[in-house]
T-cell receptor, first 115, second 115 residues
Framework: DGGITQSPKYLFRKEGQNVTLSCEQNLNHDAMYWYRQDPGQGLRLIYYSQIVNDFQKGDIAEGYSVSREKKESFPLTVTSAQKNPTAFYLC??????????????FGQGTRLTVV | AQKVTQAQTEISVVEKEDVTLDCVYETRDTTYYLFWYKQPPSGELVFLIRRNSFDEQNEISGRYSWNFQKSTSSFNFTITASQVVDSAVYFCALSEVGTGNQFYFGTGTSLTVIP
């Protein structure tokens, strides 16, 4: 089945450690996104990529890094510089072009907890 | 400035009542897209509808209907004869073709349908 797969579903990290969240899609979409969700704050954009080997910072990129070496994959690294990383992370993709955009398809999310 | 505003943080209704979720957006683009998503307790966002800026026709899908009014920059969502399964957080989102197809989400409305 086509879709977006995020792993792991739950992740625990010790303070000071980097951790990488996986996001894979087989929808052949060019655009991919990472969002962070905190209670009562909706979804905030961390990074997005419109094409392989290119990505842009979103509203809250500090303390995060990404790569887009393959069309199917857009991993997110939460670094030790992120002061408050405990949150729910959602990955999405869409089939946008310069003149139109489709809906975003979302993965099931990764819940990261710093212990 | 917030591009998408969902002023209703939480709504509770009794089963079979109708309920309208409000969404107000802000954009200078002439070509944009509006979306509604449902987020059940499992966390994954489920796509409900996509509407482009050139199509102001209202849409009905079963118990769901959407009212798009460019004059008031609103894209409201009505659930008729609500059911317990409708309990979820609902997000309205905006995507502007002119800004690289980013998705801007509102803060969400948490709907509780009481049996």
């Amino acid at each position: 089945d086509g879709g977006i797969t995020q792993s792991p579903k739950y992740l625990f990290r010790k303070e000071g450690q980097n951790v990488t969240l996986s996001c894979e899609q087989n929808l052949n979409h060019d655009a991919m996104y990472w969002y962070r969700q905190d209670p009562g704050q909706g979804l905030r954009l961390i990074y997005y990529s419109q094409i392989v080997n290119d990505f842009q910072k979103g509203d809250i990129a500090e303390g995060y890094s990404v790569s887009r070496e393959k069309k199917e994959s857009f991993p997110l690294t939460v670094t030790s510089a992120q002061k408050n990383p405990t949150a729910f992370y959602l990955c999405a993709s869409s089939d946008g072009t310069a003149t139109m955009n489709t809906e975003a398809f979302f993965g099931q999310g990764t819940r990261l907890t710093v212990v | 400035a917030q591009k998408v505003t969902q002023a209703q943080t939480e709504i509770s209704v009794v089963e079979k009542e109708d309920v309208t979720l409000d969404c107000v957006y802000e954009t200078r683009d002439t070509t944009y897209y509006l979306f509604w998503y449902k987020q059940p307790p499992s966390g994954e966002l489920v796509f409900l509808i996509r509407r482009n800026s050139f199509d102001e026709q209202n849409e009905i899908s079963g118990r769901y209907s959407w009212n798009f009014q460019k004059s008031t920059s609103s894209f409201n969502f009505t659930i008729t004869a609500s059911q317990v399964v409708d309990s979820a957080v609902y997000f309205c989102a905006l995507s502007e073709v002119g800004t690289g197809n980013q998705f801007y989400f509102g803060t969400g409305t948490s709907l509780t349908v009481i049996p």
